[in-house]
């Protein structure tokens, strides 16, 4: 079992910036991709970004690229998204997931960490 707790959400007035984390506890032995996504209030969650934890390759959503990041520490099982130029289309619970591409059972979401930008 793998547990994910997020943190670093909170308000911020457009154009600023965020960065969340993510610290896994438990065996990632499994796992081999992380990522973020969202979820607006109304719509479907959605992928911000994800990073593969051996190699370090990256994608981002069409919306996110240029302006996200995201990165991990595999030492410490953290994962991050570091958020500039924040729009009020940003606003979302974001949750990190952790999961095999190829294993289904391994799967795993936090509890998601709310980011809300002012206009």
């Known amino acids: 079992q793998v547990q994910l707790v997020e943190s670093g959400g909170g308000l911020v007035q457009a154009g600023g910036s965020l960065r969340l984390s993510c610290a896994a506890s438990?065996?990632?032995?499994?796992?081999?991709?992380m990522g973020w996504y969202r979820q607006a209030p109304g719509k479907q969650r959605e992928l911000v970004a994800t990073?593969?934890?051996?190699?370090?390759?990256?994608t981002y959503a069409d919306s996110a690229k240029g302006r996200f990041t995201i990165s991990r520490n595999n030492a410490n099982n953290a994962l991050y998204l570091q958020m500039n130029s924040l729009t009020p289309e940003d606003t979302a619970v974001y949750y990190c997931?952790?999961?095999?591409?190829?294993?289904?059972?391994?799967?795993?979401w936090g509890q998601g960490t709310q980011v809300t930008v002012s206009s």
């Open positions: 990073i593969s934890t051996r190699g370090g390759s990256t």
């Open positions: 438990g065996s990632i032995f499994s796992i081999n991709t």
């Open positions: 997931n952790f999961r095999n591409r190829w294993q289904p059972a391994y799967d795993y």
